[in-house]
């Protein structure tokens, strides 16, 4: 993108769409815009009061409303205003400003964008094979417009211009169309079904219209020689320099710009480069696409409509047979038949059997119960409401067995002691409490920087460290370990 003036100034011009009073604004622009399609370029404000007041909606409309109309559209530079002087017969006459309105150039492209608007339900888009062929012609053209003189050549790139965009805007326009939400839901009812096959076969002719022609204009245009065209873009702006304009200046360097711009928007849609698709290729896979998808509605639509016929003779068919039934029990298996299930999930459990009889039946064993729960991640088991229970009983007969725990563990430990000292190399066999016991003293000892604690019951002890680098052998009940030799020195006493 290159910033222009022209691209970050604010386009008044349009003001009038959306501003107050935008019934009495539009409705004088396009009296201006109607009479400017009939040749006539200038009005006064009587007679654009005359038109406006002929319509009901405007029957309450007042000559000074629409002077200041005029003047609100002429300070938008929607309308050029110009003072009439030639039946001016007094000064009076001449300073009442008697103005004759033109519409500007920008008011005359927003109008017909407007118009364009206004009937694009009507109009619609198409896809037109007919201009590709017209493309083609006009590209086999190229090398004899080199040597043609520069009206022939400017007539013949305005019609490829204007060919080629009436392509791009159309295909874009119909394959959007066909890519909405309104069409999707459209292609998923029943009434498509009526005009699926007329859609398919313009599908495809605009696809062999593509293949017939994509190639052949990829060829030409990489036929063409810098020279060839260096030629007829020199003509173009020589003819385009030529034109006279009336307040407006154009240059060389920005009509080259545009031109070559133009050939290049046309040389990229149909010849691939530098591995990249064409905008032809694009066009060609959006549309078999589309294809594929309508025929996969219609498909499934077809496949529908069928299943409820061949249901509805199927239904006819099982009454028939019931009918037919001699009795309650008959149409209960009949029942079963018809609308049970037909591929029964079988579930097998590794519960071990009553008998290894190979004469009884499994429907003679009683079922094994599977609890199946639901896979949601919110799932909870429902709680059972209980009463509160006394355990006061339990209680204090397990504080009792701790408590005597408790006492044997002292009365143990106390028959390894020595001296105040514990010497694990001095151990004799020893049962896995024990063990237990002192490796938890040993293991808080060392996590001190003294290697010092405190037993459970308060006793103080350090660890001796003087044998350290010795080994020792601890004999216990269910095997032995070897440890560094090390001793408890309880402090008390």
């Not at 320099?241 to 307040?247: H, Q, S, Y």
């Given at each position: 993108?290159?910033?222009t003036?022209?691209?970050?100034r604010?386009l008044t011009?349009a003001?009038?769409?959306?501003?107050?009073?935008?019934d009495?604004?539009?409705?004088i622009?396009r009296i201006f815009?109607?009479n400017y399609?009939?040749l006539?370029y200038w009005?006064?404000?009587?007679?654009?009061y005359?038109?406006?007041?002929q319509?009901?909606?405007?029957?309450?409309?007042?000559?000074?409303?629409?002077?200041?109309?005029?003047?609100?559209?002429?300070e938008w530079?929607n309308?050029?205003?110009?003072?009439d002087?030639?039946?001016?017969?007094?000064?009076?006459?001449?300073k009442?400003?008697?103005?004759r309105?033109?519409?500007?150039?920008?008011?005359?492209?927003?109008?017909r964008l407007v118009?364009r608007?206004?009937?694009l339900?009507?109009?619609g888009?198409s896809?037109?094979?007919?201009?590709?062929?017209?493309?083609?012609r006009s590209?086999?053209?190229?090398p004899e417009?080199?040597?043609?003189?520069?009206?022939d050549?400017?007539t013949?790139?305005?019609d490829?211009n204007?060919?080629?965009?009436r392509?791009?805007?159309?295909?874009?326009?119909?394959?959007?169309d066909?890519?909405s939400?309104?069409?999707?839901?459209?292609?998923?009812?029943?009434?498509?079904?009526?005009f699926?096959?007329?859609?398919?076969?313009?599908l495809?002719?605009?696809?062999?219209?593509?293949?017939?022609?994509?190639?052949?204009?990829e060829?030409?245009?990489?036929?063409i020689?810098?020279?060839l065209?260096?030629?007829?873009f020199?003509k173009?702006?020589?003819?385009e320099?030529?034109?006279?304009?009336?307040?407006t200046e154009?240059s060389y360097?920005?009509?080259?710009?545009?031109?070559?711009g133009?050939?290049?928007?046309i040389?990229s849609?149909?010849?691939?480069e530098?591995?990249?698709?064409?905008e032809a290729?694009?066009?060609f896979?959006?549309?078999?696409?589309?294809?594929?998808r309508?025929?996969r509605?219609?498909a499934?639509?077809s496949?529908?409509?069928a299943?409820?016929?061949n249901?509805r003779?199927?239904y006819?068919?099982?009454?028939?047979?019931f009918?037919?039934?001699?009795?309650?029990?008959e149409?209960?298996?009949?029942?079963a038949?018809?609308?049970?299930?037909?591929?029964p999930?079988?579930?097998?459990?590794?519960?071990?059997?009553?008998?290894?009889?190979?004469n009884k039946?499994v429907?003679?064993?009683s079922?094994?119960e599977?609890?199946?729960k639901?896979?949601?991640?919110?799932y909870?088991?429902?709680?059972?409401?209980s009463?509160?229970?006394e355990?006061?009983r339990?209680k204090?007969?397990?504080?009792?067995?701790m408590i005597?725990?408790i006492?044997?563990?002292?009365?143990?430990?106390?028959g390894?002691?020595k001296?105040?000292?514990?010497?694990?190399?001095a151990?004799?066999?020893?049962?896995?409490?024990?063990?237990?016991?002192l490796l938890?003293w040993l293991?808080d000892?060392?996590e001190?920087s003294?290697?010092?604690?405190?037993t459970?019951?308060?006793?103080h002890?350090?660890?001796?460290?003087?044998?350290?680098?010795?080994k020792?052998?601890?004999?216990?009940?269910?095997?032995n370990?070897?440890?560094?030799?090390?001793a408890?020195?309880f402090?008390?006493g």
């Open positions: 993108m290159h910033v003036e022209k691209l970050i604010p011009e003001k009038y769409l959306n501003a107050d009073n935008v009495r604004y539009r409705s622009m815009f109607e399609e009939k006539k009005m006064y404000q009587e007679e654009v005359g038109e406006m007041i319509d009901p909606y405007f029957s309450e409309y007042r000559m000074d409303q629409c002077q200041q109309d005029l003047a609100a559209l002429t530079k309308l050029v205003a110009i003072q002087t030639r039946k001016v017969s007094s000064i009076e006459e001449f009442n400003k008697k103005f309105y033109q519409m500007s150039e920008y008011s005359v492209e927003i109008e118009l608007l206004e009937n339900l009507i109009e888009a896809l037109e094979p007919s201009l590709l062929e017209r493309i083609r590209i086999e053209q190229f417009m080199g040597e043609r003189d520069r009206d050549v400017y013949w790139w305005k490829l204007t060919d080629f965009i392509l791009n805007q159309n295909y874009q326009d119909y394959i959007r066909l890519n939400v309104k069409a999707e839901e459209m292609m998923r009812t029943k009434e498509f079904l009526v699926k096959d007329k859609l398919i076969e313009y495809r002719n605009f696809i062999k219209g593509l293949q017939r022609n994509v190639g052949v204009i060829e030409n245009l990489r036929a020689d810098q020279d065209l260096n030629r007829i020199d173009v702006i020589a003819y320099l030529a034109i006279p304009r009336v307040e154009v360097e920005m009509i080259e710009e545009k031109t070559r133009r050939y290049q928007s040389y849609w149909f010849v691939s530098n591995g990249k698709e064409n290729g694009k066009l896979d959006a549309t078999n696409e589309i294809i594929r309508i025929t509605y219609a499934q639509l496949e529908k409509n299943l409820g016929a249901r003779e199927e006819r068919k099982v009454a028939e047979i009918m037919k039934c001699e009795d309650i029990s149409a209960h298996k009949m029942s038949m018809v609308f049970g299930l037909e591929r999930i079988h579930l097998k459990g590794d519960r071990p059997r009553e008998t290894e009889s190979m039946s429907y003679e064993e079922a094994l599977f609890v199946l639901p896979r949601i991640r919110n909870h088991e429902r709680s059972r409401r009463a509160i229970r355990n006061s339990e204090e007969a397990a504080r009792s067995r005597e725990q006492k044997q563990d002292k009365k143990k430990i106390e390894l002691e001296d105040g000292r514990i010497d694990f190399a151990l004799p066999v020893i049962d896995a409490r024990v063990r237990e016991i938890k293991s000892a060392l001190d003294d290697y010092s604690a405190r459970d019951d308060g006793r002890y350090v660890l001796d460290m003087s044998e350290a680098k010795e020792c052998v601890v004999h216990c009940e269910d095997g370990f070897t440890m560094p030799k090390l408890i020195v402090q008390e």
